[in-house]
């Protein structure tokens, strides 16, 4: 079974949502491995929305993830064809509460993670993300080591409904 996720610093709007994400994620990952897919659940300490100030830079969540974790995801990327996602997402008030699965088809191994914004603090992510046609997952950890971004087409998926 995998370890539970770090309590991640919340929105206070998003607190009394949190933990029904949690078990929505659960519940997809459950869905996943029963279909034959290898999962790898990414457990965010923090998740923020950036908006690229040049073309190469990420636009999109960067997710704060313990090193471990990192260079799980860093193996993952370099022996895989991350080609697919998906977005489950609620909306709630400001905030869009999100699970993120980055698939690779051809080896059946996803990535989830739950996931959160403001709507108000993602305004430049969506706008810049809009613009490009692509927004990022990228994943990062307290050392600033080399992180991992997976790129997803059609942003509008991530936007709040």
């Keep these: 079974m995998s370890t539970p996720p770090a309590e ?8 009394q949502y949190w933990e029904a994400v949690l078990e929505d994620l659960e519940a ?14 990414v457990h965010p300490g923090d998740v923020t929305p950036v908006a690229a100030d040049s073309p190469g830079e990420a636009c999109g969540l960067d997710v704060l993830v313990p090193s471990n974790e990192l260079e799980d995801l860093q193996a993952m990327a ?21 699970i993120v699965a980055i698939k ?43 992180g991992v971004v997976f790129a997803h087409g059609n942003p509008a998926l991530f936007r709040p409904d």
């Design 28 to 41: 997809t990952i459950a869905d996943y491995t029963d279909n034959g897919w290898t999962v790898f659940e």
């Design 78 to 98: 370099e022996g895989a064809d991350f080609d697919a996602f998906d977005v489950y997402k609620q909306t709630e008030g400001d905030v869009v509460l999100l």
């Design 8 to 15: 991640p610093p919340l929105p206070s709007n998003a607190i």
């Design 104 to 146: 690779s088809s051809g080896s059946a191994q996803a990535i989830l993670y739950p996931a959160y914004y403001d709507v108000d603090e993602a305004r430049e992510m969506l706008q810049s993300a809009a613009e490009r046609d692509r927004i990022d997952s990228y994943f990062r950890n307290l050392a600033d080591d080399e």
